[in-house]
């Protein structure tokens, strides 16, 4: 069974601070990994996604890397904003065709004004 | 506005109700999903359906009973629940199959569900 942990669960960063945000996964025969960010009491929404073939994915400020034979991946934030509050869940895909998305606990993120 | 569409965002119920929770998709999505969101733990798949079929079914409980009229629509429906049934109730969207596919899922914002 695949096990999605991300570390750390929480944390503080003052305002201009990058932010780096790390998920590791049991299982490494992965088809995709994707980052989420849910805000309080709201659904996820997709920041980005990364194919097992590809090593990153930039979107803006915004930076995912892969590392899939290790198990890891990393979302980065630079010159974080008070907007990026949020808790950042990521989630990885097993194999073409099969939808069954593992998550893990999120890092919940509060950047300090 | 993601284009998944919840109702209601909140609910609060006894164990003996019958309640349904909705879910509405606007993206022409074929495949629909179910997740519980308790706190400190991670979501939980819950039912998957593609092409209006039911695919997965992870363990859950009968007092949860999916339904999926159209490749738009799913319904969850609720009775006799237990009050560690409280949670967030996600439902997702994505496209399944064909040479671009990367499913990417589309969350709408979630029930709050009560058991009281």
């Known amino acids: 069974k695949q096990e999605v942990t991300q570390i750390p669960a929480a944390l503080s960063v003052p305002e201009g601070e990058n932010l780096v945000l790390n998920c590791s996964f049991t299982?490494?025969?992965?088809?995709?990994l994707q980052w989420f960010r849910q805000d309080p009491g709201k659904g996820l929404t997709s920041l980005l996604l990364i194919q097992s073939s590809q090593r990153e994915q930039t979107s803006g400020r915004l930076n995912a890397s892969l590392d899939k034979s290790s198990g890891r991946s990393t979302l980065y934030i630079a010159a974080s904003q008070p907007g990026d509050s949020a808790t950042y869940l990521c989630a990885v895909s097993p194999t073409y065709g099969n939808n069954r998305l593992a998550f893990g606990k999120g890092n919940q993120v509060v950047v300090i004004p | 506005e993601t284009g998944v569409t919840q109702t209601p965002r909140h609910l609060v119920m006894g164990m003996t109700n019958k309640k349904s929770l909705k879910c509405e998709q606007h993206?022409?999505?074929?495949?629909m999903y179910w997740y519980k969101q308790s706190a400190k733990k991670p979501l939980e798949l819950m039912f998957v359906?593609?092409?209006?079929?039911?695919?997965e079914n992870n363990s859950v409980p009968s007092r949860f009973s999916p339904e999926c009229p159209n490749s738009s629509h799913l319904f969850l429906h609720l009775h006799t629940l237990q009050p560690e049934d409280s949670a967030l109730y996600l439902c997702?969207?994505?496209?399944?199959?064909?040479?671009?596919?990367?499913?990417?899922?589309?969350f709408g914002a979630g029930t709050r569900l009560s058991v009281l």
């Open positions: 997702a969207s994505s496209q399944v199959g064909g040479e671009w596919t990367k499913n990417i899922q589309y």
């Open positions: 299982d490494s025969a992965i088809y995709n």
């Open positions: 993206l022409g999505h074929n495949a």
């Open positions: 359906y593609n092409f209006k079929e039911q695919t």
